[in-house]
């Protein structure tokens, strides 16, 4: 599951190779980031791209083996805006609202993604009751989900409840549990990765467990179960320690079990999803259940969502083919 507490900037490191010897600085920077060469010059020259440490010249020439670490600035986004966007409202109180998102839909406005999301239907809903802490573009928002991961989110609708909400995600005190269709067998019945994770050192828009000691790693925490097998498939339960970034999705990837339909990380083109790519599309994930403390009453709060119809649809699928 994804958290306020996540790495929002796109720092990454990437190492030329023998055949980027003599590149200018501003030419590699351009074919690594995507950018453009002039938008990459100005990145080196407000120094935001680091040779061992220190800002680059746009006009150094690249050497076989020069690690650079490069910050992208988080692009700013337009104030986000109410839209009349049907949401399904599990809890709410003057406090807290407790949403079920539908799968493929953007929590918060981001660069592609201006209208549409979870916000614009939190704004229209709530009006002026959504804390403020999260900022224009993120109001009330105190962790997230990915766009293709349906399921339960808290949000917060004044600032107490956000800095209360906050520090208990900060302090593992919020139990989410997911339901997940994994690949392949598990060997075990249950287990846990501990492992931590950060910003893709090569593909930035990718996350990945990094082993080696990286500052922008953080600590990881998936404890798993199985539910159900189905041979070339397990239903697994997962339960969060910590929130980062895609954590479930990147957790199952590096110990060999992908999540069905996850393009990013490995768990697409099996043969079951091209016989029924109309009900995958993106990760068979779902976050089913949500326990926290009520930050105005201290009542301990359980709330639970059944599973969708396409991921129950799946299921069945699983049962009647493979089983």
Same mark, same amino acid.
């Given at each position: 599951m994804s958290e306020r507490h996540e790495i929002y900037d796109v720092a990454f490191v990437v190492t030329s190779t023998s055949f980027d010897i003599g590149k200018r600085a501003d030419a590699f920077v351009a074919e690594k980031t995507e950018l453009t060469?002039?938008?990459? /010059?100005? @990145?080196?020259?407000?120094?935001?791209? !680091? !040779?061992?440490?220190?800002? =680059?010249?746009?006009?150094?020439?690249?050497?076989?083996?020069d690690t650079l670490e490069i910050e992208l600035p988080e692009p700013e986004t337009a104030d986000a805006e109410p839209e009349n966007i049907p949401i399904d409202v599990v809890y709410e109180d003057e406090d807290i609202i407790v949403v079920n998102k539908p799968k493929g839909m953007v929590v918060h406005p981001a660069a592609g993604n201006k209208n549409g999301t979870l916000v614009n239907a939190l704004l229209y809903h709530c009006k002026d009751s959504l804390s403020g802490i999260g900022g224009v573009v993120r109001p009330g928002i105190v962790h997230r989900i990915d766009k293709d991961t349906g399921g339960l989110l808290v949000v917060a609708k004044n600032d107490a409840a956000h800095l209360f909400l906050a520090e208990q995600i900060k302090?593992?005190?919020?139990? +989410? =549990?997911?339901?997940?269709?994994? !690949?392949?067998?598990?060997k075990e019945d #249950?287990?846990?990765?501990?492992?931590? =994770?950060g910003r893709h050192p090569v593909d930035r828009k990718k996350m990945a467990v990094i082993? #080696? /000691?990286?500052? +922008?790693? +953080?600590?990881?925490?998936?404890?798993?179960?199985?539910?159900?097998?189905?041979?070339?498939?397990? @239903?697994?339960?997962?339960? !969060?320690?910590?929130? +980062?970034t895609h954590q479930i999705r990147v957790h199952m990837a590096s110990i060999g079990h992908p999540l069905l339909g996850d393009g990013v990380y490995g768990g697409d083109g099996?043969?079951?999803?091209?016989?029924?790519? #109309? @009900? =995958?599309?993106?990760q068979c994930l779902f976050a089913a259940k949500l326990m926290l403390t009520h930050p105005r009453t201290g009542e301990e709060m359980t709330l639970e969502a059944e599973l969708p119809e396409y991921f129950s649809k799946v299921l069945e699928l699983l049962r009647r083919e493979l089983q």
């Open positions: 060469r002039s938008a990459a /010059a100005r @990145l080196i020259e407000s120094a935001n791209v !680091l !040779l061992d440490g220190k800002p =680059i010249a746009k006009n150094y020439k690249m050497r076989e083996g302090y593992h005190n919020v139990s +989410r =549990i997911y339901y997940a269709i994994a !690949l392949g067998n598990f #249950s287990g846990t990765v501990n492992a931590p =994770i082993r #080696s /000691a990286d500052k +922008r790693a +953080r600590e990881a925490i998936t404890h798993w179960s199985v539910v159900e097998r189905f041979g070339q498939f397990t @239903l697994i339960r997962c339960e !969060l320690e910590t929130g +980062r099996t043969q079951f999803e091209a016989r029924h790519r #109309s @009900l =995958i599309d993106g």
